[in-house]
T-cell receptor, first 111, second 113 residues
Framework: DTAVSQTPKYLVTQMGNDKSIKCEQNLGHDTMYWYKQDSKKFLKIMFSYNNKELIINETVPNRFSPKSPDKAHLNLHINSLELGDSAVYFC??????????FGQGTRLTVV | GDSVTQMEGPVTLSEEAFLTINCTYTATGYPSLFWYVQYPGEGLQLLLKATKADDKGSNKGFEATYRKETTSFHLEKGSVQVSDSAVYFCALIDTGGGNKLTFGTGTQLKVEL
């Protein structure tokens, strides 16, 4: 049983397109996150949701819009994709102040 | 704000060598501290954690002690194996910083025969 699953694992798309990445957790956690990992492996938090409420929204372009239909899901929609959006995007979940469990990542390549 | 500083890599060691990866932090509250490991092509996995001062986290031969006086959480292993080759991330979550897990920049470890 996969604890945190995100789809797709790979995503190749053209500049200007709109795409979504889905994330689901079956751990009963109340907090979910999206992180972006760049080519140098640096991890930067993008968003955090607690009980479906947005609680952290870092300086992310408004082309990125998270959506949490319920506590077990946090999807990421990206409009008008740019070359600089190419990265690995990780979903994670946790109990409020506990350790986070990560998905396998979605490698997004914008061409 | 909260921050985590860890030694830059890459670190290259021979098998059975002793490993230390330094990590220091700044936080406004009383953070919990973590080490995560990322194997090639995979997501991050929790390696160990410590939730209060003087706690020692340990797992798979790795250890780290929460030192409040030096604001450090250095990762150590007495004898590394080739299979330990990965990127290691120090991280904290702070009671005064919201539900935000803050990561260091990661340290790449390569272990050779």
């Amino acid at each position: 049983d996969t604890a945190v699953s995100q789809t797709p694992k790979y995503l190749v798309t053209q500049m200007g397109n709109d795409k979504s990445i889905k994330c689901e957790q079956n751990l009963g956690h109340d907090t979910m996150y999206w992180y972006k990992q760049d080519s140098k492996k640096f991890l930067k938090i993008m968003f955090s949701y607690n009980n479906k409420e947005l609680i952290i929204n870092e300086t992310v372009p408004n082309r990125f819009s998270p959506k949490s239909p319920d506590k077990a899901h946090l999807n990421l929609h990206i409009n008008s994709l740019e070359l600089g959006d190419s990265a690995v995007y990780f979903c994670a979940s946790s109990h409020s102040l506990g350790e986070a469990f990560f998905g396998q990542g979605t490698r997004l390549t914008v061409v | 704000g909260d921050s985590v500083t860890q030694m830059e890599g890459p670190v290259t060691l021979s098998e059975e060598a002793f490993l230390t990866i330094n990590c220091t932090y700044t936080a406004t509250g009383y953070p919990s501290l973590f080490w995560y490991v990322q194997y090639p092509g995979e997501g991050l996995q929790l390696l160990l954690k410590a939730t209060k001062a003087d706690d020692k986290g340990s797992n798979k031969g790795f250890e780290a002690t929460y030192r409040k006086e030096t604001t450090s959480f250095h990762l150590e292993k007495g004898s590394v194996q080739v299979s330990d080759s990965a990127v290691y991330f120090c991280a904290l979550i702070d009671t005064g910083g919201g539900n935000k897990l803050t990561f260091g920049t990661g340290t790449q470890l390569k272990v050779e025969l």
